[in-house]
């Protein structure tokens, strides 16, 4: 399926085979089968309310699934709270709206869960904290706070928040749509970035540029369920489903 | 095209709005109305601060040693400093006076130093003060250890018995305060209805009947021989009892604290203890600041109930002075001094509460 296939191993990342998850009486995820091979990334659009955000909250165990396995790496997803440390020491994740710690400046934002979590020595995890800043392009404000700094700057603040721990995958959960315009582009640009490094990466969002320039594999959902998965090329030329023809008509509309 | 070349100097403004005249125009004689208001309320304040003034300061007694001195017609202070020492120290030895003004020093300079800017390492001072002070603190006043001679707790009484109850209270009811509000909130039904209950309970009885049920039931049910001493007693009641009123005010911090914090700290593999402490606690603390020195300062005047158990805090033992034969009819002077004592002691509080916010604030940036 895929054409995009740079640097993707088959070694698989992340596995849900048959995930179920109901909010009371809702019925979110419908039988949610899906596998990342390590290397890949992913797009998931669709409508809201969809049940994205609640997909990817369950690889981390934000929420967790009442039916189904999730596997993360080869640790199992279960309420032994041994392997949900494990998972969420591997596994990065970035917010809607930032979710940094305003009571800590960017740079103790970045430290902090490699200290207190990996046991990394205070000066080590600066040092990576500072490379990392680098990265997203603002080691100069590492010693404000977040209330201090604009949307997109505070949004590649928390990008490299995750990368300090050194994650195996990174989760974005819409990163983009709390942002001004003139701010989007920063973001993505980093994102885009880290995807070139061979980042394990599964990103809801609605940027159907950023999809097709670093997807390997773009999912549509809606009600729940995995209605169509396809390479970024056919997916958006060539859409297979009613439901997803009416949803690129929709988002590609204005 | 428009040219204007004759540069106008530096004006002050008309008197009418600034300096003295200004304010006063401006703040309280805008209108008819303001300006009755004015002069009616002055005229109440004046004509009761001149006697008042008048009494506490003018044709006051200061010095003497019984109430043959005091021949001004003002307040009679001298009954308060003939009985100064007994009112700080209660019936403690006079001997051993200088283990309560010791404690006293080190606590005056602990908190000093707390409070200085400059301090370094101010964790530090801050944990010793917590933890290791108190213990200090425990065989100056009781002794037992190093030689000291004990000094039996009905012996203690005063200020500083006062300050025993009231700093103890404090100390004690934040942790277990802290506990109890994240019990409320905990997922486990169990831990979560166990702190409900005893929130609810001990919140819903007054202080009074807590003393009295820790002074005379508790004797009843504890088996026979071990008998509990009566102040340790008192301070467990106050510290249930402030711990309660604690929790529901932790308890309104955190639930002001957004869900997106707790999940961004758990997405990065912070245990439940590791985001309490590091993510949401400080940030809740800074939030609830107001209502936590509410707490301490209502725990700090409540502490004067204990008098009903006869234990002579500060109160009880002015009171109990003031029915000496000798001393009949100087209550007011008695009542006054009280207090002053208690208002300095809470508005000292109050007003640290108000610098501590204001740091916070600044040093936090915004959001
Ligand atoms: N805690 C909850 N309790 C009950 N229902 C919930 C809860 N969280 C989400 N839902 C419901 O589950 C459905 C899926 O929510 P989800 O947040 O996963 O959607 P989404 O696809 O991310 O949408 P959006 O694009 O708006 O973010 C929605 O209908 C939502 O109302
Ligand atoms: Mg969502």
């Given at each position: 399926m895929s054409t995009q296939n740079n640097n993707v191993s088959s070694e698989i990342m992340i596995q849900l085979k048959g995930v179920n998850k109901w909010y009371g009486e809702f019925h979110?995820?419908?039988d949610i089968d899906l596998s990342v091979s390590k290397g890949e990334r992913i797009v998931v659009c669709g409508p809201s309310g969809s049940g994205k955000s609640t997909m990817i909250r369950c690889l981390n165990r934000l929420e967790e699934h009442q039916q189904g396995q999730i596997l993360v790496g080869k640790t199992e997803l279960t309420n032994d709270i041994k392997n949900i440390e494990t998972i969420r020491r591997e596994v990065g994740m970035v917010f809607q709206h930032f979710?940094?710690?305003?009571?800590?400046t960017v740079l103790e934002n970045c430290c902090l869960a490699p200290i207190?979590?990996?046991?990394?020595?205070r000066k080590d995890a600066e040092a990576t904290a500072m490379k990392y800043l680098e990265r997203v392009k603002?080691?100069?404000?590492?010693?404000?706070?977040?209330?201090?700094?604009s949307g997109g700057q505070q949004q590649r603040v928390a990008i490299a928040r995750s990368l300090c721990m050194n994650p195996e995958v990174m989760l974005f959960d819409e990163?983009?749509?709390?942002?001004?315009p003139e701010m989007i582009k920063e973001v993505l640009d980093v994102m885009i970035e880290l995807a070139h490094e061979g980042m394990t990466m599964i990103c809801v969002t609605h940027e159907m540029g950023f999809a097709k320039t670093v997807a390997n594999r773009v999912i549509f959902m809606d009600g729940g369920q995995i209605i169509e998965e396809n390479n970024p090329h056919e997916f958006f030329d060539?859409?297979?489903?009613e439901r997803t023809q009416l949803f690129l008509s929709q988002i590609l509309a204005h | 095209m428009i040219v204007n070349d004759n540069k106008i100097p530096d004006m002050p403004p008309p008197?009418?709005?600034?300096g003295a005249v200004g304010w006063l125009r401006k703040n309280?004689?805008?209108?008819w109305a303001n300006s009755i208001l004015t002069v009616v309320v002055g005229y109440i304040v004046i004509s009761n601060l001149i006697p008042l003034i008048d009494w506490v300061f003018l044709t006051s007694d200061w010095l003497?040693?019984?109430?043959?001195?005091?021949?001004?017609?003002?307040?009679?202070?001298v009954f308060i400093t003939v009985r100064l020492e007994q009112f700080i120290y209660?019936?403690?030895p006079e001997s051993e006076y200088w283990r309560i003004n010791t404690i006293f020093v080190m606590l005056a300079g602990l908190i000093a130093a707390l409070i200085?800017?400059?301090?370094?390492k101010k964790g530090w001072l801050g944990a010793f003060t917590l933890l290791i002070f108190p213990i200090i603190a425990f065989y100056l006043l009781y002794?037992?250890?190093?030689d000291l001679e004990v000094v039996e707790t009905h012996k203690w009484g005063g200020l500083s018995l006062t300050l025993v109850l009231a700093c103890v209270g404090i100390v004690a009811s934040l942790p277990f305060g802290v506990l109890l509000a994240l019990g409320r909130r905990s997922n486990m039904p169990i831990v979560r209805s166990l702190s409900t209950a005893f929130i609810e309970i001990w919140r819903g009885v007054p202080l009074i009947s807590v003393l009295f049920m820790a002074s005379v039931m508790l004797p009843l049910f504890?088996?026979?021989?071990t008998s509990m001493d009566k102040l340790l007693r008192a301070l467990i009641g106050i510290t249930m009892f402030q711990s309660a009123y604690m929790a529901e005010v932790i308890r309104g911090g955190l639930q002001a604290i957004p869900k997106g914090q707790y999940e961004a700290a758990m997405a990065l593999g912070l245990n439940y203890w590791k985001s309490m402490g590091l993510i949401i606690l400080p940030q809740a603390l800074k939030l609830m600041i107001p209502g936590i020195v509410n707490t301490f300062i209502a725990l700090f005047k409540d502490t004067s109930l204990v008098l009903i158990i006869g234990l002579f805090d500060l109160l009880a033992i002015v009171q109990a002075a003031l029915s000496d034969p000798k001393w009949l009819g100087y209550s007011v002077e008695g009542y006054v001094f009280v207090a002053f004592v208690f208002w300095i002691f809470c508005f000292s509080m109050s007003r640290y509460s108000q610098a501590l916010e204001r740091k916070l604030h600044t040093g936090h940036g915004a959001r």
């Open positions: 979110v995820l419908k979710n940094l710690f305003p009571h800590l207190w979590v990996r046991k990394v020595p603002i080691p100069d404000q590492a010693y404000k706070y977040p209330g201090q700094l990163p983009t749509s709390a942002l001004d060539n859409p297979q489903s | 008197a009418s709005t600034v309280l004689f805008s209108s003497g040693d019984s109430r043959e001195d005091c021949t001004s017609g003002g307040a009679c202070w209660g019936f403690y200085f800017e400059g301090t370094p002794g037992g250890a190093f504890v088996s026979g021989e």
